[in-house]
């Protein structure tokens, strides 16, 4: 855990159909996270692959990729206290039946195959997924409202 954790967090094709980017961006947002890297992009079925390589193998890994690769996703960086554990908190149960209302996958999702949104489960799976989704790298900026959000003691 450090103030300056960072974590990857991806709005999956359907959360994009369902207009829910600026939803998931406003909770990130409101929490105190900082925004420091974000794009839209279309990913390759190879791209997804090696983004869930540690699935391979299993029975939904096929339909999760074509899934994936369905249209665009929204990916993200956000930096600040624990941010990975926090994430999947905010995030909810990966099936959303068992999501518990006031996250994310639990007030807009009702199935594991169509769960809306991404999160890292872990720092170091964090930073591979931050270095394949975003190889130019992600900004670097101080926010004046940081000492309003984060205490030294
Ligand atoms: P996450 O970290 O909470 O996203 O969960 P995992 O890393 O275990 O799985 C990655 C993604 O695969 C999930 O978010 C779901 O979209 C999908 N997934 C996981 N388990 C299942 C399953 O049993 N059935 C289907 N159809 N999809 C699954
Ligand atoms: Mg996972």
Redesign the pocket.
């Known amino acids: 855990m450090s103030f300056n954790e960072r974590t990857y967090i991806m709005v999956?094709p359907d959360g994009v159909q369902r207009g829910l980017v600026g939803k998931i961006i406003a909770r990130f947002e409101e929490r105190g996270f900082k925004l420091i890297a974000l794009k839209l992009v279309q990913a390759t079925e190879e791209h997804l692959e090696k983004h869930?390589a540690?699935?391979k193998g299993?029975p939904?890994f096929p339909?999760?990729v074509k899934?994936m690769a369905s249209g665009p996703v929204v990916g993200m960086v956000w930096q600040g206290l624990d941010a990975v554990k926090t994430g999947?908190a905010m995030?909810g149960?990966?099936?959303p039946l068992a999501s518990v209302p006031g996250t994310i996958r639990g007030d807009y999702a009702l199935?594991?195959?169509?769960?809306i949104c991404?999160?890292s489960?872990a720092v170091e799976s964090a930073e591979k997924e931050i270095a394949l989704w975003f190889p130019e790298g992600v900004a670097q900026y101080t926010q004046a409202q940081e000492s309003w959000i984060f205490s030294d003691n």
């Open positions: 999956k869930y540690d699935l299993k939904f339909g999760l899934y999947r995030l149960a990966t099936n199935s594991v195959g169509r769960n991404h999160g489960d």
